[in-house]
């Protein structure tokens, strides 16, 4: 099965900084990439997705990147803000009948 | 502000008990998620509805039994836990498991803890 693999694990950067996670997967068939962020004691929330027919995708200070022949794809976060400060979940999902799988996750900090 | 809405946000209970989770989303989705989150893991996914039908099913014990009752509803009804099972329960929904991959939006959960 699909198996994603997520590093760091933390990631600690001084405000103002740029942020970079990156993200790997197994299953070429996978065509569907979200990123979620969670603050301690809340939600995961979507901040971010890509889709396999594109390279590249931002969102002001959010973008991702997406290498299909090398099976991996990053985050980037720049200018980053105390608010910033979170865990990172990288996904990939192949079909819409298949589960979402998760990658173990990236704690961010980001140091005033 | 989430378009997820579960209650209660916080559940203590014995390993006797029953009780039960509600999920409630008004989006018009027509596919609801149980996920189960310990610290510091990603979300491990239990169960999915698809058109009010139960069509994953992560090979979760049976004292966890889900219920959709209405597209908008998602129930998950709690007997007999173990203390492995504290943790946080997420409720999530997408526009639909047939129309191609689309985002899952999450409710706040449920944090359970077993005594």
């Known amino acids: 099965g699909e198996n994603v693999e997520q590093h760091p694990s933390t990631l600690s950067v001084q405000e103002g900084d740029s942020a970079v996670i990156k993200c790997t997967y197994s299953?070429?068939?996978?065509?569907?990439f979200p990123w979620y962020k969670q603050e301690l004691g809340k939600r995961p929330q979507l901040i971010i997705d890509i889709r396999s027919n594109v390279g590249e995708k931002k969102d002001q200070r959010i973008a991702v990147t997406l290498n299909k022949t090398a099976k991996h794809f990053s985050l980037h976060i720049t200018e980053t803000q105390p608010e910033d400060s979170a865990v990172y979940f990288c996904?990939?999902?192949?079909?819409?009948?298949?589960?979402?799988?998760f990658g173990p996750g990236t704690s961010l900090s980001v140091i005033p | 502000d989430t378009e997820v809405t579960q209650t209660p946000k916080h559940l203590v209970m014995g390993m006797t008990n029953k009780k039960s989770l509600k999920c409630e989303q008004h989006?018009?989705?027509?596919?609801m998620y149980w996920y189960k989150q310990k610290a510091k893991k990603p979300p491990e996914l239990m169960f999915v509805y698809s058109y009010e039908k139960l069509s994953i099913n992560e090979s979760v014990p049976s004292r966890f039994s889900p219920e959709c009752p209405n597209s908008s509803l998602l129930n998950l009804h709690l007997h007999a836990l173990q203390p492995e099972d504290s943790a946080l329960y997420l409720c999530?929904?997408?526009?639909?498991?047939?129309?191609?991959?689309?985002?899952?939006?999450f409710g706040d959960g449920t944090r359970l803890s077993i005594l």
């Open positions: 999530a929904s997408s526009p639909s498991t047939t129309r191609g991959n689309q985002p899952q939006h």
């Open positions: 996904a990939a999902k192949k079909t819409s009948y298949d589960k979402v799988i």
């Open positions: 989006m018009g989705h027509r596919a």
């Open positions: 299953d070429s068939a996978s065509n569907y």
